[in-house]
Every structure is written in C-alpha cells, then in structure tokens.
C-alpha cells in the first residue's frame, strides 16, 4: 500500500538552489514550489529531473511527473506527406539566431493558455546567453515560420515548447531537432509528456526512475551544440 504523498518542499527566493529527489513524490511530480528562476536553480532542476511549469501570478512550482516522455531519432516516425515536404525543403533551418523571438512565439495562440511569460522569457534568455539552451528555427523567404527550443546539459536536450504560423512548420522543426541533435551526440531528448501529437512521431513513456537514471548518464557527457547545423536528413 503507497504512502500519503510527500508535500512539495517551499523554496525561498535566493535561497541554495538545491531540489529533493523527485523518488520520494507521487505520479503527479509537484516536487517544490517556490524559489525563483535563477539559471543555478534552473540548471539544478533541469540536473535532477525536474521543470518548472506554473502561471503568471503563482510563484514558481517545480515538476518531475511519472512517467516522463522521450523521443529519439531511432524511433522517429515521419509520414509519407511530412517526409515528401521535408524533400521539398522549401524552407531554411537556423540554429540559435532567434531564441527569444521563438520562445515569444512559442507562448501565443495557445488554446490552453500558455506558461511562456515574460519572466520565463527573461530567465531562459541568459541560460540561452549562457550556452545552456537554444532554438532551432525555420524560415520561408526570411520570415520566421516555426521552430522550438529547449534547455542542454550535457548529452540532455530537455525540449520545452514548438511553434508554426504555417501549415506543418512545427513537424520540420521537430523533425530536424531530433535528427540533428543525436547526429551531434544528444542521447536523452525529453518532452515531459506524450501527447497525441508527439505519439504520432513515435514518443514513448518511461517511469520516472528510468528517465532519472538516464538523465546522470546524459549530463555526465560533455556535448558542444554551439556549431551544430540542422538539417532534416
């Protein structure tokens, strides 16, 4: 018989950004709230397992979820009509040259509200500054027309968010991260959750003391993304 859930632990701003195991909470992952988005605490999340997720108004609140999703590119599934647009290739992938435009992006239009707000912005802009996240983008013409971004630390690409203003923008975007990035030596690529979207390109679960186990393998690795070009192939 499982135990009454541990409560989420309360973090003071500027206080150690340090985290409890994730191990000791329940499937929902609510590990700490409080704290603020400091890039040592963000790191320090992101190391254990954890992301904050939360709305303009509350202080933060920090997750680790069981299961958590993954996605590789040995198991990427890319439809016959996502495939025929990929060779087409009418359109330019960049890399890092408009974090913060696609981070703003990423928080419109959203039917479920979104978490992206401007002090998410602030504070993933210097782990950006700091070589600790990037944004993959892709252009038509010179405008921007989809793309995503995500946090690194080590061989760890945690996946944050995607965006398009055209038609299957986010597919290529997705497409070319994961592809790009295990060619570069990622070898753990989280998107938290499985969602039909990403179920149909071939994510899958695992419980969370699995993730966590391949996350001290990941970030243990030393990965330089800051030359990598995206590509589709």
Sequence with gaps: MRGVPRAPVVLEPGSPPRFPD?????????????????????????RGGIFPWYDVGYPPMWWSPDPRALIDAERLHVSRSLARLLRAGEFELTWNLGFEPVMRECGQRRREGSWIFPEMIVAYGRLHRAGHAHSLEVRSAGELVGGIYGVQIGALFAAESMFHRRTDMSKVALVALVRSLFRAGITLLDVQFVTPHLERFGAWSVPRVDYLERLAAATAKSVDLRALRPGVE
Excluded: K
């Design 22 to 46: 994730p191990r000791l909470f329940d499937e929902h992952g609510l590990v700490a709230v409080g704290g603020d988005l400091s890039e040592a605490r963000l790191l320090a999340a992101y």
